[in-house]
């Protein structure tokens, strides 16, 4: 039998019993208490806890299992025996509540002795030493002989924590045969002759706080069975590197390192890791997970590097993972399609550390062999320098000098790394939080080197989530995808917008942008559920906001090569906007462009439009494209090789934007404006396509119910309006001439209030320049010596003003300077005029005559 068949003999068996199959869950589990997803129960684990209720009673599923890191590590004993393994698959049937013991135990065994075939007097059980309904549930109904159950202690009871649901379980082991080692049974024999298949656990209490069990209102059943168990025992095999499901892996583990499996024990441990740790680092890539410093992906580092390592040490090789990454791909694609599907890129991001990693395995292990052999201790700084200088991690380190009997100084490892971590920390708090990010940026891109950007072609594109880091704000998250149809803002035109979805959640992307000048930066919103890394998604750019954005962007171009044409060739950009509704085009020129020249630039462009030639895109190199006569834009940087755009005969520049086929799709072009934004440095706006249409529609709209008012025709409509004009310029004379008729008028009868040569009235309805007038048409009179007058216009603010005349010559700013106070203003310095202002409208008279008084007091 062989792998395929058995998983599908195990859920057949279980969907004929009246259980749902449900599809295995990520290796990255929702529980935050375990590093992955260890146990076919883990997935199950909120239905367990009562946490949530289960969709279903019954339940089977084949779970794809990962141990190596946290709690749960077997990664030290990979190679060194033939039954551990970091990945493995976890056969499993559930029941939430509904059966108990008395059925899972009939259906553990049937399913091994019948469906499975295994001779029943090759297998053993165990059962916990409490549980006696177990052990007679096995003897009584099953009717295995009591000589080959045993009991067992804590092997045979589980507990998920310290506290909470726990109980017993039961054990079915099969017998390999006297040759792996001594009898006995489970309880007492050798580990590698009976090897455990099956284990039930029957989760019946509840611990609390204090150690007491309670009974579980539901019982449920977790059984776990490990394919990677029974599969060489059905295979007749003496382990599963010898079966279907890695021995393909290990034969070309072989083939790359030109070892022969069998002849050299410590090669056949480097030989086993390879395969075993293959397997992890596909399944793990597939689900997800990056190489890090940290939490899974330093799991994944170091298995990649683990099995790299080891190749070497057989052969000096300096790429092989992606080889067996073929094979791991073939032999369980079947079984998991997401692995056909992601091959490229779990290819890419291995061979990608493993290339890192070659830069410096052959100087590290250099160093590393010269220390084994002198036979001392490796001490922690060198340990330190392994790991820091040439990607060692100190787990690798100690295994292989613990093969040649070589301590490795942990204790001082730590100490050095505690050192680097203040250093680091310090460093941090320098940068901030930009400063992390960018550390972040750069470590994404030495993984996978610049966003493939397939937005030239297309505006949907499927690409893989590379990662997702926290945005500016709450709502938001930064999506990097290996490849995508999104622009990223660069050379004035603005990011796409749109949408990503993947299997587990859709997102807005409101922005796109840059990080490090290499990679794509979605800015997204999250609509539903969630983004994992490693997820296939679909990015969809907002088609009819780039299509505006491609118009507006070659109008740039045309517009950049009329206005040359039009002003001269001093003409060159300055910078520029490109966005969805409008265009902006700053450039060098020394003058205001003149009507005229605008209108002459527009035609240009609409004549180029209306040609309808083709817009041509070329990469070449610059030294090519500079020969060709391609114009360069401003603040732009350029490498060895550029992006050429031809915009139909006459415009060619660098350009690396987005653009229409054809100029005809521009539609139309119109100026908007035309601007000094600085010392010779001008700045036009225009507008294209609909924008256009619309900004002409609304000025023919306007134009059209000017004629209404007017009553004349569109055409009329400007003559009509100059000679309204010149009428009101002239009504407007005609008025100043009447109103200074009326100020001379006034300023007559306050003469003849005039006491001891000083006029001090209040006249309300003049303006602060009316006011001004009257005074100065009063100091002109025979025998005027002093004039103060105030006035309140509109009820709201007062004006007050006060002149002296050679006959009399008082300070007159001194003299008004308490009113003025008085009415909330203040007042200059002038002797001879003053004026001032202020809101507080009822203390009019009361500074008048403050100002009367101070002329009384000094006369």
Not at 89 to 100: A, I, P, Q, R, V
Not at 339 to 351: A, C, N, Q, T, Y
Not at 793 to 799: H, I, N, P, R, T
Request: net charge negative; glycine share 10%.
């Amino acid at each position: 039998m062989q792998a395929n068949d058995l998983r599908k003999a195990f859920t057949d068996f279980f969907v004929k019993k009246g259980h749902i199959l449900v599809p295995s869950a990520s290796l990255i589990p929702h529980d935050p208490t375990v590093l992955f997803t260890v146990a076919g129960m883990v997935p199950f684990k909120p239905y367990f806890l009562g946490e949530e209720q289960a969709p279903f009673k019954r339940a089977t599923s084949i779970q794809k299992c990962m141990r190596a890191g946290g709690k749960h590590n077997d990664l030290d004993q990979i190679g060194r025996t033939a039954r551990h393994l970091t990945f493995f698959e976890m056969l499993g049937n559930f029941s939430f509540g509904d059966y108990f013991k008395e059925t899972a135990i009939p259906f553990a065994w049937e399913l091994v002795t019948e469906v499975l075939g295994l001779d029943p007097e090759r297998l053993w059980v165990t059962v916990h030493v409490s549980d006696d309904e177990a052990e007679e549930i096995w003897r009584d109904t099953v009717g295995v002989a009591p000589e080959r159950i045993q009991r067992l202690e804590e092997d045979n009871w589980w507990q998920m924590a310290d506290t909470g649901p726990c109980g017993p379980c039961s054990e079915i082991y099969f017998d390999k045969g006297e040759r792996y080692g001594s009898g006995g049974g489970p309880a007492h024999g050798s580990d590698e002759r009976f090897l455990e298949i099956w284990n039930l656990v029957f989760m019946q209490y509840d611990r609390n706080e204090q150690g007491v069990l309670h009974p579980l209102p539901k019982p449920c059943i977790d059984t776990g069975a490990g394919l990677e168990r029974i599969l060489p025992v059905l295979a007749g095999k003496g382990s599963v590197y010898e079966t279907d499901l890695l021995a393909p892996i290990l034969d070309k583990a072989c083939e790359i390192t030109g070892a022969v499996y069998g002849q050299d024990a410590q090669n056949d441990v480097s030989l086993r890791i390879m395969a075993d740790h293959a397997r992890s680092m596909t399944f793990l890539v597939a689900d997800g997970v990056l190489p890090s410093n940290e939490g899974r992906g330093y799991v994944l580092r170091r298995i990649i590097r683990r099995s790299a390592l080891r190749a070497w040490r057989i052969k000096q090789l300096d790429a092989m993972l992606g080889d067996l990454v073929d094979v791991v791909v073939a032999v369980m694609a079947d079984a998991y399609p997401e692995l056909r599907r992601g091959e490229d890129f779990i290819k890419m991001v291995i061979s990608r550390e493993e290339d890192r990693f070659a830069r410096t395995l052959r100087s590290g292990s250099a160093l590393l062999d010269a220390e084994l052999e002198s036979g001392r201790p490796i001490a922690g700084s060198t340990a330190f320098r392994l790991h820091d200088t040439f990607g060692f991690p100190i787990e690798l380190t100690q295994e292989i000098a613990g093969e040649r009997g070589v301590e490795v100084d942990v204790a001082g490892f730590d100490a050095e790394m505690a050192r680097q971590r203040a250093r680091a920390r310090a460093d941090f708090k320098e940068k901030g939080d930009e400063g992390r990010l960018v550390e972040q940026y750069r470590e994404l891109a030495e993984q996978f080197g610049s966003s493939d950007f397939s937005g030239y072609v297309t505006t949907e594109d499927e690409g893989r989530i590379i990662a997702i880091f926290a945005g500016d704000d709450p709502d938001t998250v930064e999506v990097f995808m290996d490849r995508t149809p999104f622009y990223a803002e660069q050379g004035g035109q603005v990011g796409d917008t749109g949408t990503i979805g993947s299997e587990t959640g859709s997102a807005m992307v409101i922005n796109t942008t840059f990080a490090l000048g290499s990679l794509i930066k979605h800015q997204v919103k999250m609509v539903e559920g969630h983004f994992m890394i490693g997820q296939l998604a679909t990015a969809i750019v907002d088609s009819p906001r780039r299509a505006a954005i491609r118009r507006n962007h070659t109008a740039t171009h045309l517009a950049h090569w009329a206005l040359r044409e039009v002003l001269g060739t001093h003409v060159k950009q300055q910078g520029s906007l490109v966005a969805p509704d409008r265009l902006r085009f700053d450039f060098f020129h020394w003058g205001q462009v003149s009507k005229e020249e605008l209108r002459q630039v527009e035609m240009m462009v609409n004549d180029a439009i209306l040609a309808d030639e083709k817009v041509v895109t070329e990469e070449t190199s610059k030294a090519h494209a500079l020969d060709m006569g391609a114009i360069a834009f401003f603040g732009d940087k350029y490498g060895d090789k550029v992006r050429v755009v031809k915009a139909g005969s006459h415009s060619m520049e660098f350009c690396g934007g987005t653009h229409v086929e054809h100029l005809g799709a521009i539609g139309v072009f119109v100026i908007v404006s035309e601007m000094s934004i600085g010392a010779n440095t001008r700045r036009i706006e225009a507008v294209t396509g609909r924008e256009a249409i619309s900004y002409l529609l609304d000025r023919s709209d306007v134009l059209a119910h000017l004629g209404t008012l007017l009553a004349v025709s569109d055409a009329e409509v400007p003559a009509r309006i100059t000679a309204i004009r010149s009428k009101e310029k002239e009504l407007a004379e005609a008025l100043k001439e009447h109103e200074s008729r009326q100020v001379v008028t006034m300023a007559q009868e306050l003469y003849t209030k005039a006491v001891a040569g000083a006029v001090v009235e209040r006249i309300d309805g003049l303006t602060p320049g009316q006011l001004k007038d009257a005074v100065s048409v009063l100091r002109s009179k025979a025998g005027i010596e002093v004039v103060v007058l105030a006035s309140v216009l509109e009820g709201a603010k007062v004006s007050i003003v006060a002149a002296n005349t050679p006959a009399r010559p008082v300070d007159v700013s001194a003299l008004i300077g308490e009113s003025a106070r008085l009415l909330g203003g203040g007042v200059g310095r002038s002797p001879d005029f003053a004026q001032s202002g202020g809101k507080n409208v009822a203390a009019v008279d009361a500074a008048l005559e403050l100002v009367r008084d101070k002329l009384r007091a000094s006369s």
